[in-house]
């Protein structure tokens, strides 16, 4: 039996390089993809060009803002109509308190984070009650 892999490593936002490997021959290249082009024609398609009223489609759109370092302002207001929408779900909420962290608005970024601890332990979600708390713990420390 001939062992035979491929791997994807190196991985960025819109590159990986890939590596055949069966027996003594290795094979390494790259590929690339314009990644954030088709996510940003998605969002317009999705979002902008009509009424999104989906929970779901708002907070993608306003993770993707906010991992990328895009309009952030952009981000806030998408993340509030996901926790909105979604009757204040845990992780949409916390997304509106990260964003609002990076944004310096310490005050909302607490009370948003709150409002996701509250909801997460109604869930018995432990682990976003912990990422909630360091976050209210690392906005403190801001100055």
Do not use: C, P
Not at 116 to 122: D, H, N, P
Request: no cysteine.
């Amino acid at each position: 039996v001939n062992s035979f892999t491929i791997e994807l490593t190196d991985m960025t936002l819109n590159t990986a390089n890939v590596e055949i490997a069966w027996e003594k021959t290795a094979v390494k290249f790259q590929i690339e993809a314009d990644v954030d082009a088709k996510v940003m024609a998605d969002i317009d398609r999705q979002i902008i060009n009509r009424d999104a009223n989906s929970a779901g489609m708002y907070h993608q759109a306003a993770t993707y803002y906010f991992e990328t370092g895009k309009d952030l302002n952009q981000a806030l207001e998408w993340a509030t109509k996901a926790s909105e929408a979604s009757g204040g779900a845990f992780y949409m909420t916390h997304l509106k308190a990260k964003i609002l962290a990076a944004q310096n608005k310490k005050k909302e970024a607490i009370a948003a984070a709150e409002e996701s601890i509250k909801a997460s332990k109604a869930v018995n979600n432990m682990d976003y009650v912990r990422l909630n708390e360091e976050l209210i713990k690392e906005v403190k420390k801001q100055k």
